[in-house]
């Protein structure tokens, strides 16, 4: 039973250490603000086959899911 305890102990560690890693590497490729003719834009991601809808700023991913909900075209805004 000792022996299967250190185990579960070990594993434990492992998998905090792993979390911490993950959320470093997440924070890492979290959408920052950058400035575009001086004025501050968030930045998104470049496309790559690895990419997650998530991982766009929460703006982006408002828009995706008007355009999925929409059941045609979505005209520009103030037209």
């Known amino acids: 039973m000792r022996a299967e305890r250190d185990e579960l102990a070990v594993a434990e560690k492992v998998l905090e250490r ?46 995706l899911s008007v355009v999925r909900q929409a059941a045609g075209p979505v005209p520009p805004a103030g037209r």
């Open 18 to 63: 792993m979390s911490e890693q993950f959320a470093e590497e997440r924070a890492a490729f979290a959408p920052a603000p950058g400035l575009v003719g001086g004025r501050a834009v968030m930045m998104i991601p470049h496309r790559a086959p690895d990419v997650e809808e998530t991982m766009l700023p929460s703006d982006y991913q408002r828009i």
